[in-house]
T-cell receptor, first 113, second 112 residues
Framework: AQTVTQSQPEMSVQEAETVTLSCTYD???????LFWYKQPPSRQMILVIR??????QNATENRFSVNFQKAAKSFSLKISDSQLGDTAMYFC??????????FGKGTRLSVIA | KAGVTQTPRYLIKTRGQQVTLSCSPI?????VSWYQQTPGQGLQFLFE???????NKGNFPGRFSGRQFSNSRSEMNVSTLELGDSALYLC???????????FGAGTRLSVL
């Protein structure tokens, strides 16, 4: 069974600084997708960024980028120029084929002014 | 294009009652998945529907059930509510199975 591990329950960062959230996963599949979702206090789960396992190039979306290390089964999220609106729970998630989306337990990020 | 719509947003029920939650997916999305989110257990998969058929089911008792209609809208039902069923129930839709899932705002269920 696939598992996703987020080892940092809570993190904080100063506004305008950079922060990296860690995620590791375990799977025997070769083709899969990885995601980072953000859940602010409003509860809406928002897709931040996605990575296809067959792509070697790391995905980027504006201030958000990932460091995807397939051999190490690692998928970290870097947030640059952190903003107060980035305060949220961040979930790493994995999906392969027709199996359900599997989530990590989340990292609570606080951006401090 | 409208996002995933979940109704109602909040619900208060008492033990033993039953409840039905609704989810309208993004137009053109045919796959709908349901998740339960609690502080203790995190996000847990309930079930997935595609083309009106349940394709996957999580490890939940039979009190939890669901269905999908021909327009891809989905409902989930919880019968004989227990205090432990208090949670945020999230619905997500995707174009097809195994693709990116987009979430609704959730239904907060409180069982008293």
């Amino acid at each position: 069974a696939q598992t996703v591990t987020q080892s940092q329950p809570e993190m904080s960062v100063q506004e305008a600084e950079t922060v990296t959230l860690s995620c590791t996963y375990d799977t025997s599949e070769n083709n899969y997708y990885l995601f980072w979702y953000k859940q602010p206090p409003s509860r809406q789960m928002i897709l931040v960024i996605r990575q296809e396992a067959y792509k070697q190039q790391n995905a980027t979306e504006n201030r958000f980028s990932v460091n995807f290390q397939k051999a190490a089964k690692s998928f970290s999220l870097k947030i640059s120029d952190s903003q107060l609106g980035d305060t949220a729970m961040y979930f790493c998630a994995f999906i392969s084929g027709n199996t359900p989306l599997v989530f990590g337990k989340g990292t609570r990020l606080s951006v401090i002014a | 294009k409208a996002g995933v719509t979940q109704t109602p947003r909040y619900l208060i029920k008492t033990r033993g009652q039953q409840v039905t939650l609704s989810c309208s997916p993004i137009s053109g999305h045919r796959s709908v998945s349901w998740y339960q989110q609690t502080p203790g257990q995190g996000l847990q998969f309930l079930f997935e529907y595609f083309s009106e058929t349940q394709r996957n089911k999580g490890n939940f008792p039979g009190r939890f059930s669901g269905r999908q209609f021909s327009n891809s809208r989905s409902e989930m039902n919880v019968s004989t509510l227990e205090l432990g069923d208090s949670a945020l129930y999230l619905c997500a839709s995707s174009v097809r199975r195994g693709s990116i899932q987009y979430f609704g705002a959730g239904t907060r269920l409180s069982v008293l």
